[in-house]
């Protein structure tokens, strides 16, 4: 009964080997986590978040368990772009200043004060001086000297944050001077992100490659207690905490014990958690049709906060016929968008107005007016007019050329059901859309060869440049600027501002650049995500925020009943 | 009997290098780049050729391939790219976890499965028989996303019975039922059906033989010669079924995984593979090649005791 052996091993290898396709075949899962795509975001100064912090007199010592819809990846700060790693470790680590509610105005954190010289080269901070890690070594500037270096000098994925920065000083323990090479307004911004938290240098070194995963000491309200993967991170307060930056009602240890960050990457399962309690908060992205549901529930509120993102519709314009302005003018004027927004949607998003969302500087109030707006009959003449005739089937021909565009959107953004309607939308002008989705890394692929078509990605920002300096200047062809689109004034624009220490002018520059380079049609704003959160009513104190799509700022002012 | 064992074993050894290597190999090929993926989307190309650099990415592939393997020879898998801790604590407790929800749910599956494709049999063209081949088809054709949730609303949600998602790492205590019980079912429901229609055919062929006949000539009782005589003869291509299945499961049960938040093997390395974290996939599809050719040679010594006429040369 026995089979020969070579026929059983080359069962064997068979199978092993199906088994290992399906595996390198397996569908992506959507990665809420991914930089380009991925994340709900909102815009619009809306709700503000309204913090129930009011009521009641706040309970001590509960737990509060949130949903963590995939994984972080390393906590150490400077290893990862990870949206859900800078969601945890914001409560473990504490950067040298921070930004307010408002998104815009900086605040002391780590640092007590700073200052900037007038030409914008030397930048000087105090340090607070009662401030120590969880590990009871107190904070000292040797220690911020370490944490920059080993950012600008390592292989961090973030480092670029940090670029330009040209010395770093410790003249005594509690103050740190920074030289630059040239003026960047952004600097500061960038300094209150979570990427640039305070390390402990003993720590670190002491770690190894282990720091970020089994060692983490930061300075933040919460510590490490226990992390088994893909199953829960657990923090618990760190009692000597009182450095709380001034945009905390409790500036000292946290109310809560401990916070439970429970991997569910199953949004079914997370939903029903939610209403049972089992976990409390349930961060973006949430499914349109959930939130609505979710609204109607007695148990749970939906909380929008104010966050910077814009999801764009761009052109590939080296690929024919999208080389052609009046092609791409005409394409841009067949695509519905409200009645996108308002079916695919669910009327969650808004209107794309500027590439930069509103609320956040650098917004282009004058963008609207070159925007294409709806209509079909203008889209029509317009192609009648560039010679495109409409064909036996209803596609437009000229010269032969079927008047067809591929279209490879990112598979979930903005949602594949949007780019199904504006393949109808398009037929209504004569116009064929070559739909061809494309999943996380055959995205990349295509960018990288050129080879995309249509295309759409979501821009989270929270200064100008992120996505103005990023999309449009020259220097950022190939990529992400995948239009490519090269304007000598709008680089000019675009260079002025990035390095101006006179924010209104900038602002101004910002402004301009966009309207500029949105005549040519190579891109226009989609839409305008909204971040929403899920929040069990047991949960006091809690104000979402949309700080470079953070949503959980250092939980201080939170509770549970 | 022991020489078979051992040239079977190295032969085995070969298959699962074979797979390695051409793990390796496909990984690479395919598009998407860790690097670029580590860096996010808008990190500029120095910065993404920086980080390909510390991940050793910008060697020639047989460079790449000639480390892997001397580090595989010392036992060494290397560091996850996305987490960065060593591939072998990254693997081992979602390893645990799945082997426990896998042997779980196969002995339900045997347990139940079994005596209900001998019942089929036995009442084979009758209507119990009718509506057991039916609950099979059905039990292989629900999705196991859908017998998950479905038992977690009906369970977990409405009767509170059970935790809705999570797991326990104290196996087999009473709590770890708990949160067990309704991801063992759900992967049970999907394995039970094979088993109960080949237990089925698998006795209907042995029920007709003479052997069956003259045992019951001789006056055994009924339940005798169904389970010792039939049962035992006809569970050969059941129990090979089981191994392949055993295997396959191990990979299998990632929605499952998904459904219940269970951090599970399957979990960990569609994850991986999304993210391209190529150290992490290898160590992944290195356990289960070396899971999948372990349990088809156990399967094959196990035929010796099962039908001493199976003799290994």
């Known amino acids: 009964m026995p089979q020969p052996l070579r026929s059983r091993i080359l069962r064997a290898t068979a199978l092993a080997v199906a088994l290992a396709f399906a595996f390198a075949c397996a569908p992506q899962q959507p990665q809420p986590d991914h930089p380009s795509g991925g994340e709900t975001g909102a815009s619009a100064p809306s709700s503000a978040g309204g913090a129930p912090a009011a009521q009641g007199t706040p309970k001590r010592d509960g737990t509060l368990v949130i949903a963590l819809p995939a994984e972080t990846g390393s906590l150490d700060p400077q290893a990862t772009t990870s949206l859900n790693a800078q969601r945890v470790r914001e409560q473990m680590f504490d950067s040298l200043l921070a930004a307010d509610w408002d998104l815009k105005t ?55 944050l940090i670029a330009g920065v040209t010395g770093i000083e410790t003249p005594d323990p509690y103050t740190v001077v920074l030289t630059v090479s040239e003026p960047n307004p952004d600097l500061l911004y960038n300094l209150a992100r979570s990427e640039a938290s305070i390390l402990n240098q003993a720590s670190v070194e002491a770690a190894g490659a282990d720091f970020g995963t089994r060692v983490i000491d930061g300075t933040g309200p919460f510590k490490l207690k226990e992390w088994s993967v893909k199953n829960q991170i657990v923090l618990e307060r760190f009692d000597d905490y009182h450095w709380a930056p001034p945009s905390y009602q409790n500036r000292g240890p946290a109310y809560l014990k401990e916070i439970v960050w429970k991997s569910l990457p199953e949004e079914t399962t997370r939903l029903l958690e939610l209403e049972t309690g089992g976990v409390q908060i349930v961060p973006p992205r949430i499914s349109f049709h959930e939130i609505d549901r979710l609204k109607g529930l007695r148990d749970v509120e939906v909380m929008d906060y104010p966050l910077g993102s814009t999801v764009i519709i761009g052109f590939n314009t080296r690929l024919a016929p999208a080389d052609d302005p009046e092609v791409r003018h005409a394409v841009l004027m067949g695509i519905d968008v409200q009645r996108i927004i308002d079916q695919v949607l669910y009327g969650h998003a808004d209107y794309g107005v500027s590439l930069v969302a509103p609320g956040v500087d650098g917004f282009c109030a004058p963008c609207k007016d070159v925007i294409p707006s709806y209509d079909p009959a203008r889209a029509r003449q317009i192609l009648d007019d560039d010679g495109w005739r409409p064909g036996p089937d209803g596609i437009r021909v000229k010269d032969g050329q079927r008047l067809s565009l591929l279209a490879t959107p990112y598979t979930t953004v903005p949602y594949p059901e949007a780019y199904t309607v504006i393949q109808a ?27 995309h078509g249509i295309w759409s ?64 049609y190579v891109f226009r704003p989609f839409f305008h995500e909204r971040g929403e959160v899920a929040v069990h009513r047991k949960v006091h104190g809690f104000r979402p925020y949309g700080y470079v799509n953070s949503v959980f700022q250092k939980m201080t002012d939170t509770w549970v009943e | 009997m022991a020489a078979y064992a051992l040239r079977r074993a190295l032969a085995a050894l070969l298959v699962v290098l074979g797979v390695v290597v051409l793990v390796f190999v496909i990984l690479r090929l395919t598009p998407g780049d860790p690097a670029r ?3 996010g989307d808008n990190a500029p190309p120095d910065v993404v050729e920086r980080v390909r650099q510390d991940l050793g990415l910008d060697q020639p592939l047989p460079v790449q391939l000639a ?83 479905l038992l977690i609303w009906y369970f977990s949600y409405q009767l509170g ?89 191990l990979g299998g049960t990632v929605v499952t995984e998904n459904v219940f938040a269970i951090p599970g093997l399957g979990r960990l390395l569609v994850d991986a593979i999304g993210l391209r974290d190529y150290p992490l996939v290898q160590a992944g599809v290195l356990i289960f090649s070396l899971t999948f050719v372990t349990i088809n040679l156990l399967a094959d010594l196990a035929y010796g005791f099962l039908d001493p006429r199976i003799r290994y040369e």
């Open chain 1, 106 to 160: 900086l605040l002391p954190s780590l640092a007590e004060s700073w200052q900037v010289s007038p030409d914008g080269l030397t930048y000087t901070f105090k340090l607070r001086q009662d401030v120590k890690f969880h590990s009871g070594k107190p904070l000292t500037s040797e220690d911020v000297r370490y944490t920059f270096d080993r950012w600008r000098n390592g292989a961090s994925p973030t480092r670029w």
């Open chain 1, 425 to 451: 939308q398009l037929r209504e002008i004569g116009v064929n859309l070559d739909l061809q989705p494309a999943e996380t890394s055959k995205i990349f692929e295509l960018y990288q060869r050129g080879a």
């Open chain 1, 457 to 520: 990605t979501s821009i989270p920002h929270d200064r100008p440049y992120q996505a103005v300096f990023n999309f449009l200047h020259s220097s950022s062809i190939p990529s992400p600027n995948r239009f490519p689109y090269r304007n000598a004034e709008v680089d000019r624009l675009i260079d002025e501002a990035r390095t101006s220490m006179d924010p209104a002018k900038a602002n101004e520059d910002w402004a301009k650049a966009q309207y500029i380079a949105l005549q040519s």
């Open chain 2, 37 to 39: 993926v580590l860096a």
């Open chain 2, 67 to 149: 480390r892997y393997v001397g580090r595989l020879a010392v036992g060494d898998l290397g560091r996850s790219i996305s987490s960065r801790r060593p591939v072998l604590e990254e693997i081992a407790e979602p390893l645990r976890t799945t082997y426990q929800l896998v042997v779980a749910a196969m002995l339900v599956a045997i347990v139940a499965g079994v005596p209900l494709g001998v019942l089929a049999a036995v009442h084979r063209g009758r209507a119990l028989d009718r509506l057991l081949v039916v609950a099979a088809v059905a039990g292989a054709s629900f999705p196991s996303f859908w017998v998950g949730l």
């Open chain 2, 161 to 249: 019975w059970f935790p809705i998602s999570g797991w326990r790492s104290d196996p087999w205590t009473l709590e770890w039922w708990r949160y067990a019980v309704l991801p063992v079912l759900t992967l049970a429901t999907v394995l039970m059906a094979p088993i109960t229609r080949l237990t089925r055919s698998s006795m209907l062929e042995v029920l007709g033989q003479d052997y069956v006949r003259t045992a019951r000539a001789k006056g055994l009782g009924e339940r005798l010669v169904l389970y010792r005589h039939a049962l035992r003869n006809a569970a050969l291509p059941v129990l090979t079924l089981t191994a392949v299945q055993f295997g396959f499961f």
